[in-house]
């Protein structure tokens, strides 16, 4: 007589399968977003019932302004593993909120018809926290106006 035994080995990993790239707006005076997404799907040859386990990122997780790769992966009962990558991009579409100085009524300098004017310059804010270019008409100092009114 004889007998042997015969061993099967689960070598294939999972397959995971990730959303597309998620696109979503800043909330409102924010410089993130909490954005949403459905699960990565898996499957696999002997397990069923995986779940895809966050790397990095969990749906409703605060997110930065920018492109922000997410990751997931899932390993089966033999240690075979999968991954996936997608991304999830937050957009600023937020406009700079702007206070401009109050106008200006002065006078004309000593003996000449023209008066020198200086202003503080306006107040930004913006949501993103990031650094706003002022790009004016005129600059905040040594500007010289003649009689009457000139917007700027």
Sequence with gaps: SCSFS????????????????????????????????????????VDSGLVPQALNFQPGDQMPIGKTPV?????????NSDSCT???????????????????????????PMATVHWPEPDFLDNSEGLV????????????FAIGITTV
């Design 133 to 144: 270019t002022l790009v004016g008409s005129r600059q905040a100092h040594d500007n010289t």
């Design 6 to 45: 015969v061993t099967v080995l689960d070598d294939e990993a999972p397959v995971l399968t990730c959303p597309a790239n998620v696109i979503i707006n800043t909330r409102a005076g924010k410089p993130f977003a909490r954005p949403s997404w459905p699960l990565p799907t898996v499957s696999d040859n």
């Design 71 to 79: 990751v997931y992966t899932a390993t089966d009962a033999a240690g």
């Design 86 to 112: 997608f991304a999830v991009v937050v957009v600023d579409q937020e406009a700079p909120r702007v206070t401009c100085p109050a106008n200006v009524v002065t006078t004309t300098d000593t003996d000449s």
